[in-house]
């Protein structure tokens, strides 16, 4: 069963940092465009960033200045350094691993932002 396991999500202060990161240890992972997800309260799940497989990244506007995503091939894990976080980044962060017409999810982890 593939499993991906995020790890990272917390507490922070407004203006703070977090790094999320995404262990996928029984995929082929360099053939896999991987990406981060969030859902805050009431809302729909949305695209934060993702990375191709040639490390091509796209971001969400509301985000893009502030998130980075990177991924290590040979940890098979993709990272999300979020840095001068703001409240409305409070969200479940979800990574998604998607290859042709397979998709996978971790079970997501905690982003709440706060002072």
């Known amino acids: 069963q593939v499993q991906l396991v995020e790890s990272g999500g917390g507490l922070v202060q407004p203006g703070k940092s977090l790094r999320l990161s995404c262990a996928a240890p029984?995929?082929?992972?360099?053939?896999?465009?991987m990406g981060w997800y969030r859902q805050a309260p009431g809302k729909q799940r949305e695209l934060v960033a993702s990375?191709?497989?040639?490390?091509?990244?796209n971001y969400a506007d509301s985000v893009k200045g502030r998130f980075t995503i990177s991924r290590d091939n040979a940890k098979n894990t993709v990272y999300l350094q979020m840095n001068n976080l703001k409240p409305e980044d409070t969200a479940v962060y979800y990574c998604?691993?998607?290859?042709?017409?397979?998709?996978?999810w971790g079970q997501g982890t905690q982003v709440t932002v706060s002072s």
């Open positions: 029984r995929i082929i992972f360099s053939n896999y465009v």
């Open positions: 990375i191709t497989t040639s490390s091509t990244t």
């Open positions: 998604n691993a998607a290859f042709s017409r397979t998709n996978y």
